[in-house]
């Protein structure tokens, strides 16, 4: 993408229907996003992807039925994304990849049944990724992550049940993570989060109910996450953030039912 325009179009064929993607993340640390696959026998494949060219595929091995990808993020802060894992009994374990291997493999210990993994960021401005939680009440916890240890955890509170976490991203170019929620009613809400506390706050208030966050990322390269939303016809539309501001909001088209995004 540059901004919102489709600037190139590439696929990389199709996957067998027992295939699913589960991540994205720059796992061999080349500067370039690659793909995280599993099958339903549990294997792991990590794709280096150029463009919408595989240049690798590395198998990382199968994980049992009790253990699930729950995020990719840069745990260690070494340039590379590692994967994030969860245990049906709580457990949450910290791979460091490079490509498909597993260099490093850590537990962070366990979380109870009523506490969720929400999503992964750097929220403490620190060059690693943590973890945001939440638990059945509504409170956020963000953890401060090296490795597989958890070298900081703190709470801004709780959020009502009306609102969700929608997403992850450094809406305000800072070089920290933030929080997009959304409420029920449809308002969007952008945290600026500095050490597991709430800087800023802003809203650019509702979307509508046919529209739905689709995904974060900067898509026009200004150092800033963008949102990415589609309505139920199909149609894609691009937010240029600068915090909780829109910018600017550009249509790329529309893609129609068979196709998802992941
Ligand atoms: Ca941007």
Redesign the pocket.
């Given at each position: 993408m540059n901004g919102s325009q489709v600037a190139n179009s590439q696929s990389p064929g199709s996957l067998a229907s027992d295939t699913h993607v589960r991540g994205i993340g720059d796992f061999y640390g080349d500067g370039r996003s690659g793909i995280l696959l599993q099958n339903d026998a549990g294997s792991l494949s990590v794709w280096d992807m150029n463009g919408g060219q595989i240049v690798n595929s590395q198998s990382a091995g199968a994980i049992s039925t009790d253990w699930h990808i729950r995020g990719t993020g840069d745990f260690y802060g070494d340039g590379r994304s590692g994967i994030l894992l969860q245990n049906d009994n709580g457990s949450i374990d910290i791979w460091d990849m490079n490509g498909g291997q597993v260099i490093t493999n850590q537990s962070a210990g366990a979380v109870g049944p009523d506490w969720h993994i929400r999503g992964t960021g750097d929220f403490y401005g620190g060059g690693r990724s943590g973890i945001l939680l939440q638990n059945d009440a509504g409170q956020l916890v963000f953890w401060d992550m090296n490795g597989g240890q958890v070298v900081n955890s703190q709470s801004p509170g709780a959020v009502a049940s009306d609102w969700h976490i929608r997403g992850v991203g450094d809406f305000y170019g800072d070089g920290r993570d933030g929080v997009l929620l959304q409420n029920d009613a449809g308002a969007m809400t952008f945290w600026d989060i500095n050490a597991g506390q709430v800087a800023r706050s802003q809203s650019p208030g509702a979307i509508g109910p046919d529209w739905h966050i689709r995904g974060t990322g900067?898509?026009?390269?200004?150092?800033?996450?963008?949102v990415l939303l589609q309505n139920d016809a199909g149609a894609l539309t691009i937010w240029?953030?600068n915090g909780g501001t829109v910018m600017s909001s550009q249509s790329p088209g529309a893609i129609d039912s068979t196709w998802h995004l992941v």
């Open positions: 900067d898509f026009n390269g200004d150092g800033r996450c963008d240029d953030m």
